[in-house]
């Protein structure tokens, strides 16, 4: 019997490839660094890992059966028009959901706390006081109550902290935890409510610029943001301004439209502003589930079954 043969498309697949074959004993993993490598053996390739495949080339993807994202994210590879509807698109939904919630809530209490100004001072050797805030009794608007938004809700409530948010349906929020579940037509209405607002959206066509100067002006005056979702979906500009004047009292971005964000972006130098570098999904064991779940998919594909976490094509996530 040939051995079954699973590729991984990733600028830097080392982790990835080793982590396959740990989940997959006996099959050939094939590592794929470049977009040229993975044309070069598109019409056989049939299980796909990838980090951001090449648009435009499905047609040549002849005999794929699954298309496995690195990430929860699929704009890079949406629309894929040309990728035949047979072919699920799977992302890595739920994998991540406990770090990025983590993460969420480190970077909310960095920004209630002040951390970031602690940093600056102990760099310049300044001993200079200040009160922080507190985190009981504030509403947190979750804009998008999907695996991640959850997971978030469900660790600020014991904190005392009122939550909100939205979701495609009103209903299914979870029980229990979140005050008020809204569709996301009433996104006005959740960021009005939030003294700090959490932005885990997919990037659709629907959330392109979604959070533009009018609805960033719908939070009080004062409140943070956060957000972790993608570039695109928050008026880069608009928010910078209103950290300017203080309309917006501090931010914490994980993305960017541009990444690696220049060295010349104005985000460096704004002090109410928290920069990480697209970190808040990983951790150290992200390859091994990731793997873990890719090799499942595969094994449900050859008994028949659908695979966890199929993206629909036509909503983008």
């Given at each position: 019997m040939t051995a079954r043969r699973l590729h991984v498309f990733h600028p830097r697949p080392e982790a990835l490839v080793a982590a396959v074959a740990e989940a997959a004993p006996g099959a050939e993993v094939v590592s794929l660094r470049t977009e040229e490598e993975l044309l070069g053996c598109f019409g056989e390739v049939e299980n796909l890992l990838a980090m951001r495949p090449p648009r435009r080339h499905w047609g040549k993807a002849r005999r794929l059966r699954l298309l496995q994202m690195v990430g929860v994210g699929v704009d890079s590879v949406l629309p894929a028009r040309d990728l035949h509807e047979r072919v699920p698109i799977a992302n890595a939904s739920g994998i991540a959901a406990t770090a990025l919630a983590e993460f969420a809530l480190s970077l909310i209490l960095a920004l209630e706390k002040q951390l970031p100004r602690a940093v600056r001072q102990q760099d310049a050797k300044r001993w200079r006081p200040w009160v922080p805030r507190r985190l009981e009794g504030q509403t947190v608007a979750i804009l998008g109550l999907g695996a991640i938004g959850r997971a978030l809700a469900e660790r600020l409530v014991p904190l005392g902290v009122r939550v909100v948010g939205t979701r495609r349906s009103a209903r299914g929020g979870p029980e229990g935890v979140v005050a008020q579940v809204l569709p996301p037509v009433s996104t006005a209405e959740a960021l009005r409510q939030a003294t700090?607002?959490?932005?885990?959206?997919?990037?659709?066509?629907?959330?392109?610029?979604?959070?533009?100067?009018?609805?960033?002006?719908?939070?009080?005056?004062?409140?943070?943001?956060?957000?972790?979702?993608?570039?695109?979906?928050?008026?880069?500009?608009?928010?910078?301004?209103?950290?300017?004047?203080?309309?917006?009292?501090?931010?914490?971005?994980?993305?960017?439209?541009?990444?690696?964000?220049?060295?010349?972006?104005?985000?460096?130098?704004?002090?109410?502003?928290?920069?990480?570098?697209?970190?808040?999904?990983?951790?150290?064991?992200?390859?091994?589930?990731?793997?873990?779940?890719?090799?499942?998919?595969?094994?449900?594909?050859?008994?028949?079954?659908?695979?966890?976490?199929?993206?629909?094509?036509?909503r983008g996530y």
């Open positions: 700090i607002a959490v932005v885990l959206l997919p990037k659709t066509a629907q959330t392109q610029n979604l959070l533009d100067g009018a609805m960033l002006d719908q939070m009080p005056e004062g409140a943070r943001l956060v957000h972790l979702a993608r570039g695109g979906i928050v008026d880069e500009e608009a928010v910078l301004e209103r950290l300017e004047s203080g309309r917006i009292g501090g931010a914490a971005f994980d993305v960017f439209v541009e990444e690696p964000l220049p060295d010349a972006s104005p985000f460096w130098a704004q002090d109410r502003l928290l920069v990480t570098p697209h970190t808040s999904g990983f951790f150290a064991e992200y390859a091994q589930d990731l793997a873990r779940l890719f090799v499942d998919n595969v094994e449900r594909m050859e008994r028949g079954e659908e695979p966890r976490n199929v993206v629909d094509r036509e």
